[in-house]
C-alpha cells in the first residue's frame, strides 16, 4: 500500500453524479435528461399513487363485492390446552386475568379476549375475560375453576 493507491471503501462514497442542464458541452444540457416536452418533463410534476396513464387503473378494474361491518368486534382466541400448557409449566398459577394473558403474551394490552373450549383443562382456575364458549365454561368449571366476565 502506498499513497498513490489509497482510495475509500467500495460503496463507501456516492459519486456526485453529472450536473444537469449547465449547457450542451456538459453533455446534460437542454432538456437535462428528461426527454422532449410531456408532463415528466416540468417542474413540479408528481404522480398520483396507482396512475397508470390515463389507462382504468387495478384497483377500478377489479370488482368489489362482500361487506365489512365497521362495528365488528374482533376476540383474540385462547384455547384451554393452551392454558393448562402454561400451568404445567409454572407460567400460570391460580388466576387468569388480563394481566396474566398480556404478560405470558398470550394477548395484548387492549385484546378482547374468548376463552374457548379445545383441549382439557385439569387445574382449578379463575378466570376473568370478556368471552367464553359454552364449552371452556363447562370445562372450567368441572375442573373445580370459577368463571368471570367482564
Aim: no cysteine; charged share 25%.
Amino acid at each position: 500500500m502506498a499513497l498513490n493507491n489509497l482510495k475509500p471503501a467500495a460503496g463507501s462514497v456516492k459519486g456526485a453524479g453529472k450536473r444537469l442542464g449547465r449547457g450542451q458541452g456538459s453533455g446534460k444540457g437542454g432538456t437535462a435528461s428528461r426527454g422532449h416536452n410531456g408532463q415528466k418533463s416540468r417542474s413540479g410534476y408528481s404522480r398520483k399513487v396507482g396512475f397508470e396513464g390515463g389507462q382504468m387503473p387495478l384497483q377500478r378494474r377489479v370488482p368489489k363485492f362482500g361487506f365489512t361491518n365497521i362495528n365488528r368486534k374482533e376476540y383474540v382466541g385462547v384455547n384451554l390446552d393452551k392454558l393448562q400448557e402454561y400451568v404445567d409449566s409454572g407460567r400460570i398459577k391460580d388466576t387468569v386475568d388480563m394481566a396474566v394473558l398480556v404478560e405470558n403474551r398470550l394477548a395484548r394490552r387492549n385484546d378482547l379476549v374468548k376463552i374457548l373450549g379445545r383441549g382439557e383443562l385439569k387445574a382449578s382456575l379463575n378466570i376473568t375475560v370478556h368471552k367464553f364458549t359454552a364449552t371452556a365454561k363447562a370445562a372450567i368449571e368441572a375442573a373445580g375453576g370459577s368463571v368471570t366476565t367482564l
